[in-house]
Nanobody, 124 residues
Framework: VQLVESGGGLVQPGGSLRLSCAAS????????IGWFRQVPGKEREGVSC????????KYADSVKGRFTISRDNAKNLAYLQINSLKVEDTAVYYC??????????????????WGQGTQVTVSS
C-alpha cells in the first residue's frame, strides 16, 4: 500500500499548481482521500478531502474558492488543484487515504495511509 504525491514546486504568488496523489497496491475507489499540509514547527493542517464516490468534499476555510479536490478512481489518482497561490500556502503537502464509504473528514487521525509529501513553495 503506497501513496505518492507529485506536482509540487516553486511558484510565484498568484500562480497555480496541480498536485497528484497516486495509489499503488490497492484501489482508491473505496477510500476517502485527504490532503494535508505542514509547515516546519506547526501542526499538520487538513486542507481538503473527498469521499470515495466524490459525493462529499470538504475544504478548510483558508483554501475555499482557491483549492479544488478531485479524483479519478479508474486511474487510481486524486488531485488537488491549487489556484491563486499565496506565500502562506508554502508547505509540504501530503495526501492520505482511509477506507470509508461516501463521507470524508479533514482530521488527521482519520487517515491510516500517508504519502511522503511534496513541497510547495510560493515566493516571488
Amino acid at each position: 500500500v503506497q501513496l505518492v504525491e507529485s506536482g509540487g514546486g516553486l511558484v510565484q504568488p498568484g500562480g497555480s499548481l496541480r498536485l497528484s496523489c497516486a495509489a499503488s497496491g490497492f484501489s482508491l475507489s473505496s477510500f476517502a482521500i485527504g490532503w494535508f499540509r505542514q509547515v516546519p514547527g506547526k501542526e499538520r493542517e487538513g486542507v481538503s478531502c473527498i469521499g470515495s464516490s466524490s459525493g462529499d468534499t470538504k475544504y478548510a476555510d483558508s483554501v475555499k474558492g482557491r483549492f479544488t479536490i478531485s479524483r479519478d478512481n479508474a486511474k487510481n489518482l486524486a488531485y488537488l488543484q491549487i489556484n491563486s497561490l499565496k506565500v502562506e500556502d508554502t508547505a509540504v503537502y501530503y495526501c492520505a487515504a482511509v477506507r470509508l464509504d461516501y463521507w470524508c473528514w479533514t482530521m488527521e487521525k482519520t487517515y491510516n495511509h500517508w504519502g511522503q509529501g511534496t513541497q510547495v513553495t510560493v515566493s516571488s
